[in-house]
């Protein structure tokens, strides 16, 4: 866990029950993120490009922007710097990474565009007009 200006308790832990539990619920996410990339990569290699990378990547790119979010969070007002003496190179590295992790929704397909593929190449699902 980053280093954190809200606070820890008596045996080191966030402070805060509900954030420490949003951590623990994204550490799990991401590394069962990990895994199962890890498991689609070693199958593509095998047999090609699947439709699967379309739910990686919006899986991954939801789980990036937590992750931003988690870590402005626990930095508190010191993680929303953007210039000045103030700011360690890592604070200000974090919110611009934050800002910069809301485009990462539009390049690579937007999200819609990948629910679309999603729904016709995976679930079979077809447009009706």
Do not use: C
Not at 16 to 28: A, G, K, N
Not at 63 to 68: T, Y
Request: no cysteine; glycine share 12%.
């Amino acid at each position: 866990v980053a280093k954190t200006s809200l606070g820890v308790d008596a045996n080191g832990r966030i402070a805060d029950p509900e954030l420490r539990l949003r951590v623990i619920r994204f550490e799990m996410e991401w590394r069962t993120f990990m895994l199962t990339a890890a498991r689609v990569t070693q199958e593509a290699k095998a047999g090609g490009v699947s439709e699967v990378s379309s739910i990686l990547k919006t899986v991954g790119t939801r789980l990036v922007q937590e992750r931003a979010e988690l870590m402005i969070e626990l930095g508190g007002m010191q993680a929303l710097g953007w210039e000045g003496d103030g700011f360690s190179a890592a604070e200000l590295a974090g919110v611009r990474s934050w800002l910069g992790g809301k485009a990462s929704t539009i390049y690579g397909g937007s999200t819609e565009i990948q629910y679309n593929v999603v729904a016709k190449r995976i679930l079979g699902m077809l447009d009706h007009q």
